[in-house]
């Protein structure tokens, strides 16, 4: 459950990206925000993963009120409950997909034995298993997005925001993308930020739009 | 956690190599200039203690000369003297190879001054050493002697004495090479002999010491001294501590100087490494906190990553100080630090090493350079990421 009730954000040079926003997400499915550059997508969705605090109001994610909650509380909690995609896919780059999937699990001191578990039935799932032990930054553009997808899985959170998430890749990884996320919609919250138009073919999803800081 | 840092590191060799690299090499320097200037204050304060409480000279204008051992008998007569011994040591030299032999002579059956000695000459079968005239040489002298006979053996040495008839010396024993002497050149005779290779009359030697039974009482027996024989040089054992200290004072001022220049380079090395923190590490810390570590797991992770490289560069560099000084005996470095005066050069060093030293020089080290790293892997893990990732 998402819940956001009279955000506003005015950065320190006096901008106000986001104006009194209130918007409820209740069900677990695939949600977008939709909005050109500049309308302050990326700020609400720092503010939902907990990078930054709004200026006034108000976020509760899964009944948490993380607008106040002080950082080594929000780490724990962003540790399990929420998975984050970047545009720019941010993976350890020299490392292989198999260790950049260990590495949200290293807080979490897991034996070996689940953690080797845990991972490698991801990597099946998704079909990069006989790549695992490849560095990722040999991997295609469409490759390391799943790698990136699957890093923000791998503890089972129950939200999973994605900044942009597609582009920078091309149509069939888009393709690919979507599937992906489709895949595991049924029991997460997937809070999109996009300008992409692919989003609007598929089914089942809820489109905000935002424009200037303003939910629309 | 460990694993991973391992990785990182790993993936960062072009920073990480020069970086331990330049790590061990100040570890070395400082820990080898450190361990010797220990090393030679260790030994020339245990050569001070075998050091008698007063030794008087026959010193004129600043040149030694032999000195009458029938003083002994006026100076026993002063209130509080232990006891008196006159001593015989000079330099020789032979007409080949420009070399300088120390000869030091002993009583086989009395007591002698020097504890170096004492043990060696208790090592010394007497009764051979007693059936015909002999020494025992240093290991190094016994090599140079080697060289120059012919028949690669030698059991014997002729010495020249001043009416130039010849005096045989035969090799009674060779000191062990590890033993502690004060020079490598080094003949160990009966007294009686070193008078003669030494030019000495019967009733001359190099010097008389005396040592005295209460401590207190020393300057006022010196005062006595003085009075008896005002044309002698009287040293007392705490002056020749004062010496030694002077000496020294000024060479550990320059040490100190050097181990604190390496030791500002190290720290400025360690500082520039550390805030210039690249891009990279940045935003390394950034992603690690966006997936959910906390502060604390990003300092353990930094912390493990310093500890490996502090750990690993300053053992590694204190082995090779250890090693060098040992098997290398500080070469080049023992030079500057010394003077032949005191240390013949040709002499292996021993090194002494305490806890100490060993704990000050890694607590300085590895956590200086540890502290640093958590303060500006702190500094970037608490600004905030949302810029860094998008
Ligand atoms: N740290 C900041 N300080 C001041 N202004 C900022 C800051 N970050 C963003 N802004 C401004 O806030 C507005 C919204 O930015 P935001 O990054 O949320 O837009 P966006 O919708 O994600 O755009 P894009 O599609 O280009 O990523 C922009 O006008 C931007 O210039
Ligand atoms: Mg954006």
Redesign the interface.
């Known amino acids: 459950m998402i819940n956001i009730e009279n955000v506003t954000k005015v950065y320190q040079n006096g901008f106000e990206a986001l104006k009194n926003v209130n918007l409820k997400i209740e069900k677990n499915g695939i949600y977008i925000l939709k909005g050109v550059s500049g309308s302050g997508k990326s700020t609400l969705l720092n503010l939902l993963a907990g990078f930054d605090k709004p200026t006034t109001g108000k976020i509760e994610l899964l009944g948490e009120f993380i607008s106040k909650l002080p950082e080594h509380h929000m780490s724990k909690f962003r540790l399990q409950n929420i998975g984050f995609i970047f545009q720019s896919f941010n993976l350890f780059s020299e490392l292989s997909i198999y260790e950049n999937l260990q590495i949200p699990l290293i807080p979490l001191n897991l034996n070996t034995k689940l953690e080797k578990e845990l991972i490698e039935t991801l990597i099946h799932k998704y079909n990069l298993s006989d790549k695992q032990h490849q560095i990722t930054k040999k991997l295609s553009g469409g490759e390391q997005q799943r790698v990136a997808i699957m890093r923000a899985l791998i503890n089972n959170p129950k939200i999973i925001l994605a900044d942009e998430p597609t582009a920078n890749l091309d149509f069939n990884n888009k393709m690919i993308f979507l599937e992906m996320i489709d895949s595991f919609k049924k029991d997460k919250i997937i809070f999109i930020s996009t300008h992409d138009d692919i989003f609007n073919d598929i089914v089942d999803v809820k489109i905000f739009n935002i424009n200037g800081g303003i939910i629309c | ?1 460990i694993n ?1 840092a391992f ?2 590191l790993l ?1 960062e060799k072009k920073k990480n190599i020069p970086l331990t690299f330049i790590f061990i090499i100040i570890v070395f320097l400082i820990s080898s200039l450190i361990i010797l200037t220990n090393s030679l204050n260790k030994i020339t304060q245990l050569q001070l203690e075998n050091q008698p409480d007063i030794t008087i000279f026959n010193q004129k204008a600043g040149r030694n000369y032999p000195i009458l051992t029938d003083i002994k008998d006026e100076i026993s007569n002063i209130y509080g003297i232990k006891n008196i011994h006159e001593r015989v040591y000079g330099f020789y030299k032979p007409n080949f190879h420009n070399l300088d032999m120390l000869i030091i002579g002993f009583e086989p059956f009395g007591i002698n001054v020097d504890k170096n000695i004492e043990k060696i000459v208790t090592d010394v079968n007497l009764s051979s050493f007693l059936e015909k005239p002999s020494m025992i040489i240093s290991h190094g002298l016994y090599e140079i002697f080697l060289q120059y006979s012919t028949f690669g053996y030698i059991d014997s040495f002729n010495f020249f004495l001043e009416d130039s008839t010849k005096f045989k010396l035969h090799i009674n024993g060779i000191i062990d090479k590890n033993l502690d002497i004060v020079s490598d050149r080094l003949v160990l005779t009966n007294i009686e002999y070193a008078k003669k290779i030494l030019g000495y009359h019967d009733s001359e030697a190099t010097d008389i010491s005396i040592d005295v039974s209460n401590i207190d009482e020393i300057d006022t027996i010196i005062l006595k001294l003085k009075d008896k024989f005002p044309n002698f040089l009287i040293i007392k054992k705490s002056d020749l501590k004062d010496s030694f200290k002077e000496l020294y004072s000024f060479k550990s001022g320059l040490l100190f100087a050097i181990s604190l220049l390496l030791l500002s380079t190290f720290l400025l090395l360690t500082i520039f490494k550390s805030t210039s923190m690249d891009i990279k590490s940045i ?2 810390i950034a ?11 990003i300092l353990k992770l930094k912390l493990t990553e310093a500890s490996i490289i502090a750990i690993f560069s300053f053992l590694t560099g204190f082995l090779s100080a250890i090693l060098y000084l040992k098997y290398l005996h500080g070469a080049f470095l023992i030079d500057i630090f010394t003077n032949s005066i005191n240390i013949n050069s040709n002499i292996k060093i021993q090194i002494f090493l305490d806890k100490f030293t060993f704990f000050s020089l890694f607590f300085l080290f590895v956590f200086s350079f540890i502290l640093i790293n958590i303060i500006i892997a702190y500094k970037s893990a ?1 600004t ?3 810029e860094i ?2």
């Not at chain 2, 992603?287 to 797991?297: F, M, P, V, Y």
């Open positions: 956690m991973f990785k990182l993936n935003k390394e992603i690690l906190k966006a997936i959910g570590w906390s502060i604390n797991d608490t905030n990421i949302k990732l998008n």
